[in-house]
Structure formats: structure tokens, C-alpha cells
């Protein structure tokens, strides 16, 4: 016990020195504090009533992406006056039940995605019968005024692939390959065949496990060794474009590779160079919306979108844009 | 006078404390009674029924995967079988221009084929059920998505909403029955009928001891003339049915299925028996248990958003409860046995 005792006081002692001798000029948690102090403070500016929003994603357990959307909603909470509440399920079914959850609570307003639009249809039309008004985002743009929601804030799949599609043909690509990395995604398979729409090429779709990255990085590997011509491969998510790099490397593949979606390190690769475009839904601007929407028909009755969806994209992203957008990644805003 | 001790009468407290269930009723009182004070609209009539309805999906098939468990075997393929059932609901009527009910009635077939499949390898190659139903969950998976690719050229189903026999169908699968301004799920019935029926065939049939008696020991059935094949076959079959009822409860409550869910709710069944009592190495357990296992997670995963917390806590809350849970089973067992 003793000398146990003697071996943990001189191991905290060695780990106290190091983290006082070893400091990081760069980066690290201070850095990350003195962003926050800069962005934007949070104080309410309406004195509207406390409403209660809650908001029900079809997110899987920790996303970066929802995790963007869900720090919009927040910002505009903040500043609307308004208990965010927000909660997620990748099965459709448990995606209902929580939006029967929140019906059960009486909020004040849901924001619910509608990425399985028809499990969500009893469950919006309980709130619609509970007077709770609904802003459908991100996906759902069909569905969303006959479920009776107010608006939908998103970017339609099918036009952002074709966006894709087009960026692709500009740059003289001839054969793109388009990795789905959650089997069964409605949006991504609308994704992928809007770039067949307007792409001239050809277009070749790899499903891989996105939950699993190494598998990702072999499965995208194998295909660019398998087939040279590849010229061009389309990620449809932000985290998994690095990985798409790392496997072009492991393939000595020249292909450009592309993506849906931003974050830090998608940034830092159109500054390198090391990627070519990326096609933003600005995901912080849906749930910004989302909220501040909600709270404007609370407060003024107020409709968006003039019963058509709102739209937050595709906006193409190159190189020119990839300085500023690298700080608001890292802020976890874009 | 005799005092032999196998026909001495036992008080009524020994015999609740012998039974698998008290732990688990234990645990849900206390999770109740934590969401009742913290969580506010926990105990609107509307929110337990929700809260219900959410523990019913996941009971139906806790029901037979306990039934299984009780006799020694594990089934990993119940989650995608789900969907499976559901899948071949759907394509079956739409393809064949059928009635829905044929499409019911084809995956009815296919789902207990499909359970079938599964104890029949088990007992067969006498491969551990892990390895034969892990194989099954894989190559279901992979079905699910590529039958539905081939068929139907997307990932989900095409909506049969607008076909004969839906509206009856989704009455039977489906419906919301209003008692008294509060709505109750149909489902709720079926796993209480599923519940009843299970317990009857455990605990009042030859069939309940032969469950019983694979799970505890399988050398010593067989030498007493247990058909321990059939048995688990039957048992497979059992989750099969199960299956094919949530199966048709996903697809009439939403008329479309998405083809690449149910993957890892097979493990939420295996957490609802286990809460409620099921010995992870069979011989032991019951139908009622594992209702409240179901009702248990569904307090919790619904009980977690009244409560307003973060439900990134979700999955921590689940483990430290099966933990908890499992412990103060395994204490009422051995305080049971040391009364006895």
C-alpha cells in the first residue's frame, strides 16, 4: 500500500510538471476558450414568454453534422428566449415515439426531420390535432406542407447532386465515384442520382460502412485500385472526404476527390488543395432558422417560404472561400 | 405426520421471492417513481401511454427472445428479422398486385421459415446459436437491402397504402383504441396477449418444462425423453412469430419500410429478458420478466426526454441499469435459495 502510495504521489507530481512545463503556445483548449469569447454572446434580446421548442432529429449517436445544426438552434434559442430541447433516433420508429414525446409535453413548437417521412406522418398529425406548430428541416421537402407543417427549411438532395453533377463536368472529370455511406438513405441515393442527371460521365455508386472508417478507407481503396479511370470521387459527408484522401494516397490514385458537407478539416483541404469543391447545406442556418421561424409565427403569426420550401443550399464551395470558413469550422458554426 | 420437503407447503412470501420477475418489479417501481417526481408530464395519461406504446414495441419481441433464452440460445437475428418480415410484407402484395392479407399470410411463412432456418443449423451443426444466428443477422442484412435494391430500385418500399385489405389490416396491426380521451396502441394488446400466452405455455404445459428443462441441462432432457430438437426449433420459430407481428406493425403504422433498420434492436430484446430475469446461460427466467425488462427501457428512453436531459446519457443510463438490474436479480435468487 505504502509503495503504491509513493509510486501514485511521484506519477501525479511527473504529470503536474509536464503540464506546467509543457505548455502549447497553439491551439488546444485555450484557443478554443478565446473563440468562444469572441463569437457571439448569448443573452436574450426579445422579451417574449419562455416558449418551449423541441426538436427530433433522425441523427445517430454522436454526428458532427447534427451537432452544427443543433449549435444554430441554440443561438437562435438563446436569443429568442426560448427551452430548447433536443433529442434523436436513427430508427424511424423511435424518431416518432419522441415526437409523440414531446406532443405529450405540450411544447410550444416542433422541429422534427423527415428523413423516413411516412413513420413521422401519425405523429406530426397528433401535434396538428394538439395546435403545436411544426418546421419540418433538412430533409422533407415533399412531404413536409401535407403533413401540415409550416415551412420546411433544407436543400433539396436531387438539385444539390446535380449541382455536383455540373461542378464536376467544369472540371473536365470523366468518371466519378459516389460513396453512400449509410445504406438505406433515401437523401443520399437522391444525391448521388442527381449528379448522374447532369454529370456527362459516368457514375459508379460504392456503399461502405460509414460507422466503421477504416472499412470506409479499404472499401474506397480497393475500388480506385480495382479501376484507374476513376477520375473524381464524391463523399457525401464531411468526415468521410479525409478519409477518401487517405485512401487515394493508399492507391496512388490521382482522382479529385470531392464532398457533401463541411467541417474543419474539409476546410483546411480546399485551402491545401488536397480537395476540390465542397457542396455546403449550411447547417447551422437550418436550425437557426428552424428555431427563429417557430418564434416569429409564435410571436407575429408569421410564414417563411410562402408554402414552398426554404432553402439553405447547395452552395459550392472552392479554394477562394476555404480561409474564412476554416474559423467558423473550427467554431463549429459552418 | 411427514416431513418430507417436496410436498411441504411454501409461505406466499418464499414463493415471490422465488420468482424471476421480483428484481426487475423492483427496478421499474423505482424508475417509475424517479420519473414521476423529476419528469414533468411524466404521468399524463397521454405520456404513459406513449411511454407504453414504446415499451410494447420492444416487449413483443422480448416475449419469445426470453422464451429462447430460457432455453439456452440467443438469437441475433431478431432486430433485422423484423424488418425483414415487414420487407416481405410489402413487396409481396405490391409485386403481386395481392391483397395485403396474402402479403401478411407470405410473410407469416417466411418469418417462421426463417426462425426455422435458425434451429434447424443449431441443432444440425451443433454450432453455438451465437455463431449460426450472428451468420443469419449478417446474411438478413444484407437481404433486406439487396432483395429491396433489386425489386423495388430504392433502399424502402413502395407505399401500399392504397391497396385492398390495408384498412383491415392496419385495424388489426396497427389501430389506436381511444379510452376515455387517452389513446391506446393496439400493440399494447398484442404483447399482453403475447405476455399471457407465453406464461400459460411456461408454466402450465409439458411444452413449459421442456423449455425449461433444454435450457438447464440438454444431456439430461434428452435422457428423459425431451424432444430437445423440436423444442428449439420451436422456440426459433417463436421469435419468427414475434418478428412477423412487429414486422406488420412497422409496415401498417407507416405503409413504407425503410430496409436498412432493425439493426442492434435485437440486443435491446436480449436487455429486456435479461432486466427481467432471463439467465444469460438459460434454465431460467419468465414471460412476465421480460415485459417488465421492456416496460424498464421504455421508462427510461421516454422518461429521459420528459425529464428534459441529454440524451446523449441514454445509452449510459441503459447499461448501468442492465448492470443494477442483473445484480439485484442475482440477489434475490440467492436470498430465494437460502430460504428455501
Known amino acids: ?59 445517430g449517436d454522436g454526428d458532427s453534422f447534427w451537432d452544427i445544426v443543433q449549435s444554430g438552434a441554440k443561438q437562435a434559442a438563446v436569443k429568442d428566449n426560448i ?16 415526437v409523440d414525446a414531446a406532443v405529450d409535453k405540450k411544447v410550444d413548437g416542433i422541429i422534427v426531420t423527415l428523413a423516413k417521412p411516412d413513420a413521422m406522418k401519425a405523429a406530426l398529425a397528433r401535434a396538428e390535432k394538439a395546435g403545436i406548430p411544426v418546421v419540418t428541416v ?26 455536383v453533377g455540373e461542378e464536376l463536368n467544369e472540371r473536365g472529370r470523366k468518371k466519378v465515384l459516389c460513396v453512400l455511406h449509410e445504406q438505406g438513405n433515401v437523401g443520399h441515393e437522391q444525391r448521388c442520382a442527381g449528379v448522374r442527371k447532369t454529370f456527362d460521365g459516368d457514375v459508379q455508386s460504392l456503399y461502405v460502412n460509414g460507422t466503421n472508417m477504416p472499412d470506409v478507407q479499404s472499401a474506397i481503396e480497393a475500388k480506385l485500385q480495382s479501376d484507374a479511370s476513376v477520375d473524381a470521387v464524391v463523399t457525401l459527408g464531411a468526415p468521410y472526404a479525409d478519409t477518401a484522401a487517405k485512401a487515394k494516397q493508399g492507391a496512388g490514385s490521382s482522382a479529385e476527390i470531392d464532398t457533401f458537407d463541411l467541417n474543419a478539416k474539409v476546410a483546411a483541404g480546399l485551402r491545401s488543395g488536397e480537395l476540390g469543391f465542397a457542396v455546403d447545406q449550411q447547417p447551422y442556418l437550418q436550425g437557426y432558422e428552424a428555431v427563429d421561424l417557430l418564434w416569429l409565427h409564435r410571436y407575429n403569426s408569421d410564414v417563411l417560404g410562402g408554402g414552398r420550401p426554404v432553402l439553405t443550399g447547395p452552395q459550392i464551395v472552392t479554394k477562394d472561400d476555404a480561409a474564412a470558413l476554416e474559423e467558423y469550422t473550427k467554431r463549429g458554426t459552418r | 405426520m411427514t416431513s418430507d420437503e417436496r410436498i411441504l407447503r411454501s409461505s406466499p412470501l418464499r414463493r415471490l421471492l422465488g420468482r424471476p420477475e421480483l428484481g426487475s418489479v423492483v ?79 407470405v410473410s407469416l411463412l417466411v418469418s417462421l421459415a426463417i426462425g426455422a432456418f435458425n434451429g434447424y443449423v443449431l441443432t444440425r451443426t451443433r454450432l453455438p446459436s451465437f455463431i449460426v444466428t450472428l451468420g443469419t443477422f449478417l446474411m438478413l442484412t ?42 391506446i396502441k393496439v400493440t399494447i394488446l398484442w404483447w399482453l396477449a403475447l405476455v399471457a400466452v407465453a406464461s400459460w405455455i411456461l408454466l402450465r404445459t409439458r411444452v413449459g418444462n421442456w423449455i425449461f428443462a433444454v435450457g438447464g441441462n440438454k444431456d439430461a432432457a434428452r435422457a428423459v425423453g ?98 443494477l438490474a442483473t445484480l439485484l436479480n442475482a440477489w434475490v435468487r440467492k436470498r430465494a435459495e437460502a430460504t428455501k
Open chain 2, 27 to 105: 427496478g421499474a417501481l423505482a424508475v417509475f417513481v424517479f420519473f414521476a417526481v423529476l419528469a414533468d408530464g411524466f404521468l399524463r395519461p397521454t405520456s404513459l401511454s406513449t411511454v407504453l406504446y414504446a415499451s410494447s414495441t420492444i416487449g413483443i419481441m422480448a416475449v419469445p427472445v426470453a422464451l429462447l433464452m430460457i432455453g439456452g440460445e440467443f438469437d441475433l437475428s431478431a432486430g433485422v428479422l423484423v424488418t425483414s418480415s415487414a420487407l416481405v410484407s410489402s413487396m409481396f402484395s405490391y409485386q403481386m398486385t395481392a391483397n395485403t392479407w396474402v402479403g401478411v399470410g
Open chain 2, 142 to 183: 444484407g437481404l433486406n437491402l439487396g432483395l429491396t435494391k433489386l425489386i423495388d430500385s430504392t433502399v424502402s418500399t413502395k407505399s401500399i397504402a392504397d391497396m385492398e385489405g390495408f384498412a383491415s389490416a392496419r385495424a388489426v396491426f396497427a389501430s389506436t383504441l381511444t379510452v376515455g380521451g387517452v389513446d
Open chain 1, 83 to 98: 427551452d430548447f430541447l433536443y433529442s434523436h433516433d436513427d430508427e424511424a420508429q423511435q424518431q416518432a415515439q419522441l
Open chain 1, 1 to 59: 500500500m505504502a509503495r503504491f502510495r509513493t509510486w501514485a504521489g511521484i506519477a501525479l507530481a511527473g504529470a503536474l510538471t509536464v503540464s506546467v512545463a509543457g505548455c502549447s503556445s497553439t491551439g488546444g483548449k485555450r484557443a478554443e476558450d478565446a473563440r468562444a469569447a469572441a463569437a457571439a454572446q448569448g443573452r436574450s434580446a426579445v422579451n417574449t414568454p419562455r416558449w418551449t421548442f423541441a426538436m427530433i432529429t433522425h441523427s
Open chain 2, 226 to 323: 425431451v424432444p430437445v430438437e423440436k423444442t428449439k426449433i420451436g422456440l426459433y420459430m417463436g421469435v419468427g412469430l414475434g418478428a412477423w407481428i412487429s414486422g406488420q406493425h412497422l409496415l401498417f403504422s407507416y405503409d413504407v419500410v425503410q430496409s436498412g433498420e432493425g439493426v442492434g434492436n435485437e440486443l435491446i430484446y436480449i436487455i429486456a429478458a435479461v432486466i427481467g430475469g432471463c439467465l444469460i446461460t438459460g434454465g431460467y427466467g419468465s414471460a412476465v420478466g421480460s415485459a417488465v425488462g421492456a416496460l424498464l427501457f421504455g421508462m427510461t428512453s421516454k422518461g429521459i426526454v420528459f425529464a428534459e436531459w441529454n440524451p446523449d446519457w441514454f445509452k449510459f443510463f441503459l447499461g448501468a441499469m442492465l448492470l
Open chain 1, 138 to 163: 433538412n430533409s422533407g421537402s415533399a412531404e413536409s406542407k401535407k403533413f401540415g407543417a409550416l415551412t420546411h427549411i433544407g436543400q433539396d438532395e436531387g438539385v444539390a447532386g446535380e449541382a
